[in-house]
Nanobody, 126 residues
Framework: QVQLVESGGGSVQAGGSLRLSCAAS????????LGWFRQAPGKEREGVAT????????WYVDSVAGRFTISQDNAKNTVYLQMNSLKPEDTAMYYC???????????????????WGQGTQITVSS
């Protein structure tokens, strides 16, 4: 059974940094996509960053590119989201999720992520 456990949320002032961790267990191989998503009150869920655990290729939404970095530690089965230069608009509940399978060379769509963590809150004050 796949389990994802996020950690590292908290409150920070604008311009600050936080690092989120997502520990994955239950996978028999290291070939899946792990994405970070966020949802602010009253807003739709948004994909933030995704990494292919097989190739280490990464994707970022434009609003975080250059500020956030997604990375993985294969030995720990953990994916990190380093968030720098945080802005109040980054305030949201952050979730990690995984998608398995072949997507024909494209990144999986949010609906194709089938395993989700419990979420961790990030609050950025101005």
């Amino acid at each position: 059974q796949v389990q994802l456990v996020e950690s590292g949320g908290g409150s920070v002032q604008a311009g600050g940094s936080l690092r989120l961790s997502c520990a994955a267990s239950g996978y028999t191989d290291r070939s899946y996509y792990l994405g970070w998503f966020r949802q602010a009150p009253g807003k739709e869920r948004e994909g933030v960053a995704t990494i292919s655990t097989r190739s280490s290729l990464t994707w970022y939404v434009d609003s975080v590119a250059g500020r956030f970095t997604i990375s993985q530690d294969n030995a720990k089965n953990t994916v990190y989201l380093q968030m720098n230069s945080l802005k109040p608009e980054d305030t949201a509940m952050y979730y990690c999720a995984t998608a398995s399978g072949w997507y024909g060379g494209r990144w999986p769509q949010p609906s194709e992520f089938t395993n989700w963590g419990q979420g961790t809150q990030i609050t950025v004050s101005s």
